[in-house]
């Protein structure tokens, strides 16, 4: 598998809570918070607790197995995991329903070397974050704001 590769690769010990929580966030495709995170490892194994669960978190991301995100604080002071396996993407969220899509073209690629050449920039680690409204959302604040002038 190629997950399990890549972390013998990096030399990471994978115990039972690491894997159970890997699998879970390699699997949802989601990007899932920690207390979510916590509720779905439970299904798998009941004995987890919710510290165990956290420390488990902290581990994957300092071993550079999973990426924490805020994406733009859109419910608060949440964190959100993806595993570093996935191909770089940007983040588009709407800012009004929370709904979180990912973007794969080709100019993030084109970004990363322009940083690189320009500034003679060994880059680790990308973050891109893009926030707004979505389209359903657009119609509902146009909608609103036709309401608040006829009211
Ligand atoms: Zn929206
Ligand atoms: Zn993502």
């Known amino acids: 598998m190629e997950m399990t590769r890549s972390l013998k690769e990096r030399g990471v010990r994978l115990t039972r809570q690491r894997q159970v929580l890997l699998n879970l966030i390699d699997q949802s495709g989601q990007h899932l918070d920690a207390e979510t995170l916590y509720l779905r490892a439970r299904e798998t194994d009941p004995k987890l607790n919710r510290v165990t669960v956290y420390r488990t978190l902290k581990m994957l991301k300092e071993s550079g197995l999973v990426d924490e995100l805020d994406l ?15 191909r770089e993407h940007a983040h588009v969220i709407c800012l009004r329903c ?6 794969f073209g080709e100019p993030l690629a084109r970004l990363r070397k322009e940083v690189e050449e320009t500034f003679g920039f060994e880059i680790l680690l990308v973050r891109t974050e893009i926030g707004g409204y979505c389209s359903h959302c657009q119609a509902l604040r146009a909608e609103e704001m036709e309401q608040a002038k006829s009211a």
Do not use: A, I, S
Request: no cysteine; proline share 0%; net charge negative.
């Open 98 to 103: 929370g709904k979180v899509e990912e973007y």
């Open 72 to 86: 733009l604080h859109k419910d608060g002071d949440q964190h959100y995991y993806e595993t570093r396996m996935k």
